[in-house]
């Protein structure tokens, strides 16, 4: 992914409409998932946590220790972008 927030959100944005669709789509969503969790954690912009967040959790919502994973690497990083901590 870039080094710009907003090019990497634009990417985010259509990440998410590629999971939407479902098939192929989704499954080229799930193979970026590291780079995800990447953005997630290290990213400063809000915005950019919530989308890498929300593609995140849609991956795994219907894994329970996935989730309990997700949220535990949350509570051990700095986020401090109050839309993410919501």
């Known amino acids: 992914m870039d080094k710009s927030d907003h090019v990497v959100s634009a990417a985010l944005t259509s ?6 669709r479902g098939g192929h789509s989704a499954d080229i969503v799930k193979k ?3 780079e995800l969790q990447d953005k ?3 990213s400063k912009e809000g915005f ?6 929300l ?3 849609e ?10 994973k997700l949220l535990y ?3 051990q990083s700095k986020v401090q ?6």
């Not at 991956?59 to 309990?68: F, Q």
Request: glycine share 0%.
């Open 48 to 53: 950019v946590q919530y989308q890498a967040l």
């Open 15 to 20: 990440m998410i409409e590629l999971y939407k």
């Open 73 to 75: 690497q949350l509570a």
């Open 32 to 34: 970026s998932i590291s």
């Open 55 to 57: 593609i995140l959790f």
């Open 81 to 86: 972008t109050s839309i993410t901590k919501c």
């Open 40 to 42: 997630l954690i290290q």
């Open 59 to 68: 991956l795994k919502k219907n894994d329970p220790m996935s989730c309990l």
